[in-house]
Structure formats: C-alpha cells, structure tokens
C-alpha cells in the first residue's frame, strides 16, 4: 500500500483529501505546518508528499527546498491558491514534480496521482534493468582480472582489485609470457563506473593481445596501448598503467610506466630499516597523445625484495576528517610487514585502509599487487 504525506493547514481542506485517498486505498498521514511536514518526510519513508505551498512556520516552496536538499527523491505534488506562472516555475525549480492550483477537482487530482506513481514504478523497473545489467558487468569485470597465478621459483606475488562501485576503472593482471617470464600489470582508467569498465575492458584486450607478441619489449606495449586509448577516445579519457616483465632466472624487472604512481621497490639489505625505491613514471599517461615513445628500465631485483604496484584509491583513501591515507603509512606497512608472504601483505594493506577509512566510502578503486622476491 502506497504511503502518502498530505500537508495542509485548511482542516476541511485536510479532511477532505485525506478521506478522499484513503478511500483510494492509499495509507495517508497529515501535517499541518511546514516545519513538521519536513521532519517528518525526513523520518519516515513515504511514496508520495501533497505539499500545500501557504503553510504556517515553514511555506511549501521552502519544505521542498529542504528535502531536496537532504538527498530526498519522494515525488511532491505542491497544492496551492496562487496561479502566478512565476510560483509555477519555481516550485518546479525546487524539485517538485506537479504543481495543482486551488481550488482543484478532486478527480484531476487522484489522476495525477495514479499518474506520479506509474512514473515511479515505470523508473523502479528501469532501475532494475539497469541494476541487473550492471550486476551482469561487475560479473564479466571480475572474470577479467587474473583467476590463476602462473608460478615461479624467485617470486610469491598477489593481487586484489576493491571496486570503489559495483564495476572497476582500475585493471590488474598477471600475464604468462613463457617459461619463466611474467607480466606485472596495473592500470588507472580516468573516471568511474560503466564507461571507464569499457575502456578498461579495452586496455585489458590490448596488453592481452600485444605483451605475448613484445615479451619483456614493456616500452612498446605501452605505446601500442597508448595508439588504441587516444584512437578510441576524447581527451578527457586516458589511463595511467605501470607494466613490468619480472625474469624468473635473472631476478630482473623490466619496466615501463606511464603516469602511474611510481611503485615502491623495498630493498631489503643488512640495514634494520631497509631502503627503497620509487620506479617513477618514463612517459605521460596513455590515450593524452597520438603517440608515445616506447620507453622502459630496468632494475636488478634480490632475495627478499618487495614490490609494491598500487593505484592512487590507495594512498589518497581519506578518513572521516578528510585525512589521506598517504604513502608514508604505506611504505611503512611494507616495511614492517616484510617478513610475511605476498597474500599476508596485501590483506594487511587493505585490511589498514579499511581502518583507516573508518568505513567511509571511497571515491575510488582500489587496486594493488605486491610481490616478494624469494
């Protein structure tokens, strides 16, 4: 049964309509000022607002104004004496969604009411579609990222990808290049939801399809990414991507990246804080420029080494008081945590996030592989 607030100040007015929709089958509840009105449509859920515009403590247009501005979407329906175009439009401007003037029909007015809500009804079928779809999408998502980890004898790595929606702009993967040889790869697609999933579905494709066919040639896989984004897209589009080629013989990284947050290389030495080192960025990110050069380096890796590729969600994860997440804090949980596996370190660094975050909502994905050289 649907629940309608009917808010007027006229108590024949008042009885009348509430008699009228309940007679419709409607559950009905009155107010009979502004300021209750507004406290209640905030408390309680309600299917429909009849909102008189002239209302002693708190008139109609500014009720409206303020449930808007709370977030709430519960259709209002202003009911009012004035017929100045002008209160027309600026009830409509508040947020309302039909404007009745007095004195009105009571039958036109029930019609208007069955007619707001086959509108909500055909949008909640809308958004279910929708919600399904993308359902179906973060499903497909998930299926691209790595389902196995091909092994080697010199690295125990691990990945994880945490939606900051239900579907990602970030991409990691794990790629197996030959005997031996291994992909490393993260990638930021710019922007969230379903759009930046395509093109991330897109870059996915493109690496999957070039990286066999280059080998440890990382410089050139990037361009070859880099030619397909800027092809594809607008300027607003790109990606940032960090792609390496570990050697399971030589312990050696082969790298190239672009625009990504450097990735922190903990060496781990005789020292009892060890060292570390940023592999910054060689080339801006891709899909920017119709062509990029093919740029990559190199770095000698050595029993008990970390690695750490990360997207910016991670560092730049805020609080309740707005505070990031920072790169220090992370640096030291790869630090102090150097002695455990690859999957213990990554669920410490999300697990700390998490912590952090205190269970705010994060603007953006994150998305992270670690990797301890044995």
């Known amino acids: 049964m ?3 607030l009917v808010v007027e100040d006229e ?6 309509l509430e008699d009228d929709l309940k007679l419709e089958g409607y559950e009905v509840e009155v107010a009979r000022d502004g300021e209750t009105a507004s ?4 408390e309680q859920s309600f299917d429909l607002i009849i909102l008189d515009v002239m209302l002693p403590r708190k008139d109609g247009f500014e009720v409206c104004r303020e449930l808007r501005r709370a977030g709430l979407q519960t259709p209002v329906i202003l009911l009012t004496a004035k017929t100045q175009e002008s209160d027309k439009v600026l ?3 508040l947020g309302a969604n039909d404007y009745v003037t007095k004195p009105y029909s009571p039958r036109e007015l029930r019609a208007r009411v069955r007619a707001i809500f086959r509108q909500q009804q055909g949008l909640l079928a809308e958004s279910g579609r929708l919600d399904q779809e ?3 999408a973060a499903d497909v998502q998930q299926r691209l990222f790595p389902q196995v980890r091909p092994p080697l004898a010199t690295l125990d790595y691990a990945g994880y990808c945490h939606p900051a929606r239900r579907v990602s702009g970030d991409y990691y993967d794990f790629l197996d290049l030959g005997p031996g040889k291994l992909g490393l790869l993260v990638a930021d697609v710019a922007g969230k939801g379903i759009s930046a999933a395509l093109l991330m579905a897109s870059v996915h494709a493109c690496v999957r399809t070039h990286a066999p066919v280059f080998g440890e040639r990382c ?6 990414v880099n030619a397909l984004l800027y092809g594809a897209t607008d300027l607003e589009r790109f990606a940032t991507l960090f792609y390496g080629v570990y050697d399971d013989a030589t312990r050696r990284l082969i790298y190239s990246n672009a625009g990504h947050e450097p990735a922190l290389l903990i060496r781990a030495g005789t020292k009892r804080e060890p060292s570390y080192v ?3 960025a060689g080339t801006p990110p891709v899909g920017i420029f119709p062509t990029l050069p093919a740029v990559q380096s190199t770095v000698e890796l050595k029993q008990g080494d970390w690695l750490a590729i990360f997207s910016d969600g991670i560092p730049e994860a805020l609080n309740q008081n707005e505070e990031e997440f920072g790169r220090e804090r992370l640096l030291e949980i790869l630090i102090g945590n150097r002695r455990r596996s690859a999957e213990e370190m990554r669920d410490a660094i999300l697990g700390e996030v998490t912590k952090f975050s205190n269970d705010r909502p994060q603007s953006d994905d994150l998305t992270l592989i670690v990797a301890r050289v044995l």
């Not at 108590?11 to 009348?16: A, K, M, S, V």
């Not at 406290?39 to 905030?42: D, E, L, Y």
């Not at 410089?219 to 070859?224: H, I, P, R």
């Open 39 to 42: 406290r209640r449509a905030r």
């Open 134 to 136: 993308v359902r179906i």
């Open 2 to 4: 649907a629940r309608i």
């Open 91 to 93: 009830g409509l401007d």
């Open 219 to 224: 410089g050139d896989v990037v361009t070859e």
């Open 278 to 280: 940023r592999l910054g």
């Open 11 to 16: 108590p024949d007015l008042l009885l009348g």
